[in-house]
Structure formats: C-alpha cells, structure tokens
C-alpha cells in the first residue's frame, strides 16, 4: 500500500511539472487584436512577463431604447496573474469627466485572459454601466460577455 502511494504521488508530481513546462509564457512587447464587437484590444507585457496593462474598447447597449454607452477600459497590472499565462482582474470606477449633456458612468468590469503561446492570448471582458445625471440614476448599459484575442 506505501509503495502504491509514493508512485501516485510520483507520478502526480510529474504531471504537476510538466503542466508547468506547458505553460504560455507571454513575450515582451504590445500585442494587438479585436473582441468580438470588432474593437480595439491590446495587451502590453513588461520584461517580467508580466501584463502590464490591458485595453479594450467596447460599446454598450443600454436600457433606454437607442441609447449606448462607448468607451474603453484600461487595467493596469492585473491583480490575479499565477504564472502559467493566465491573468484576472475585476473592479469599479467613474467617468473622470461629465460627458455631454452631464452624464456620468460608473463602470463595473470583469477581465480573463491566457496566453496560449508566446504571442496569442485570448479571454473575456464584461462591463456594466450606471448612468448618473446631477447624481440620479438615469439608465444602465452593459456590454454582454465578449470575447477577444490579441497576437
């Protein structure tokens, strides 16, 4: 039984290694592509092989009927990046500025991506919208699940 327990443990620990050796790891450098409303997405990698910032322009359709929010999302340093190529982020924040007519967004984003090989990665991107005039809800836009891929 001990015998039988230590190769299922070697053999585990095998496994475990070579997931890692299999592991995309991103090169240097900025790698464009497009999600799937055909927009603008790019991911920037550090020497590290660490994203360091990922953009993606979306529109989103909102409640109001013919009405969307356009703009675009820039997330620094992603905080859930484990080494295997992968990386996560999710997070709140508000138009710096009022756009016409007064309008404020609040944003409420989720991001996920991974590196299949050194220059291709692909992932999903959500964003909500609150729309506030003179501090009163107005409308809320959301993009739906998208989907991008960068090379």
Not at 22 to 45: C, E, F, I, Y
Not at 64 to 75: A, E, F, H
């Amino acid at each position: 039984m001990r015998r039988a327990t230590a190769i299922a443990g070697a053999i585990l620990a095998l496994l475990c290694c070579a997931a890692v050796a299999l592991a995309a790891t991103p090169s240097k450098g900025l790698h464009k592509g497009t999600s799937s409303q055909d927009r603008t997405v790019d991911v920037k990698v550090g020497r590290n092989h660490h994203i360091r910032r990922f953009r993606i322009d979306w529109n989103a359709p909102c409640d109001k009927p013919g009405k969307s929010w356009t703009d675009g999302t820039t997330v620094t340093n992603p905080d859930k990046q484990p080494g295997d190529g992968s990386f996560s982020a999710s997070g709140k924040y508000k138009s710096s500025h009022p756009v016409a007519g007064g309008y404020v967004g609040h944003f409420n984003y989720s991001l996920s991506g991974k590196f299949t090989s050194k220059s291709e990665a692909n992932g999903t991107f959500h964003v909500k919208v609150r729309v506030t005039k003179d501090g009163k809800t107005v409308d809320h836009c959301r993009t739906g699940k998208l989907t991008w891929q960068v090379s």
